[in-house]
């Protein structure tokens, strides 16, 4: 593993009790930051932060990130924990399992939305300002190669994808003057427990479409969302980073 220096920052790692979010919290703890871990699974939380622990100090809150008012008590409790906020990343996401456009159910749809794309908004719209106080502050998104090109039977998926691409380019271009930098990572499909919400079928077609011959690692994503969330990263902003085995068209 290539040393990052993340000594001293202080971060918010939504979805972090499993999958990619557990995963880039280890990187950063092995990075030298101090981590606070939201999830809705206050069981898996407890498991994550426990199995965390010996690489750094860590912090843990169960939290419904659709809900304004609990996004903003949580902030407000990471905040006082860790004294500053300088790393957000949007991971927490779910796929609403598969099927045409017109069979999925209105309330299946809304949900994938409210998870996926409402949720970052309201922890953005809760956490920048701690960023702005500090004049630092790094955010990624996590979307996905499907937010780009589509995928059939995950409209609503896709769709949230694809939004949280174009909040990243708003929000970034919003900051870019304040030295916080907004990036999202497009991944390809990553072997997690997102996959239990999906059909077989549909695990095939991903598969399928990725000329590497393979999914991603969460520590693959983990890397480059630790670099994003260096001050390595200086100079990059409303930018979306491909990690898709070759996949990406654009």
């Not at 750094?56 to 809900?67: F, I, P, Q, Y």
């Not at 609503?156 to 990243?168: F, M």
């Not at 200086?234 to 898709?244: E, K, Q, R």
Request: proline content about 4%; some cysteine.
């Amino acid at each position: 593993m290539n040393t990052l220096d993340l000594r001293g920052r202080k971060a918010i790692v939504t979805g972090g009790a499993q999958g990619i979010g557990l995963a880039v919290c280890q990187r950063f703890l092995q990075s030298g930051a101090e981590v606070t871990l939201w999830d809705i699974d206050a069981d898996r939380l407890r498991e994550a932060q426990a199995a965390l622990a010996p690489l750094g100090k860590t912090h843990a809150h169960t939290v419904e990130l659709t809900d304004a008012q609990a996004v903003e008590e949580a902030t407000a409790a990471a905040a006082k924990a860790m004294g500053q906020i300088d790393i957000l990343v949007n991971n927490a996401g779910i796929t609403g399992g598969n099927g045409p456009t017109w069979e999925l159910a209105p309330e299946v749809w809304r949900r994938v939305i409210e998870v996926n794309l409402v949720a970052p908004y309201l922890t953005c719209r809760s956490v920048v300002p701690h960023m702005l106080k500090s004049q630092w502050g790094r955010i990624v998104n996590i979307a996905s190669v499907a937010g780009k090109e589509g995928n059939p039977n995950a409209s609503h998926y896709s769709a949230s994808k694809a939004g949280v691409i174009a909040l990243t380019k708003s929000l970034g271009k919003e900051l870019a003057t304040r030295n916080i930098l907004v990036n999202a990572v497009a991944p390809a499909a990553a072997k997690t427990a997102i996959f239990d919400q999906m059909t077989p079928e549909h695990i095939a077609f991903m598969l399928g479409k990725i000329p590497m011959g393979r999914f991603v690692t969460v520590d693959e994503i983990a890397a480059m969302v630790g670099w994003l969330s260096s001050p390595d990263c200086s100079f990059t902003t409303a930018s979306v980073f491909d990690i898709s085995g070759g996949r990406a068209t654009y």
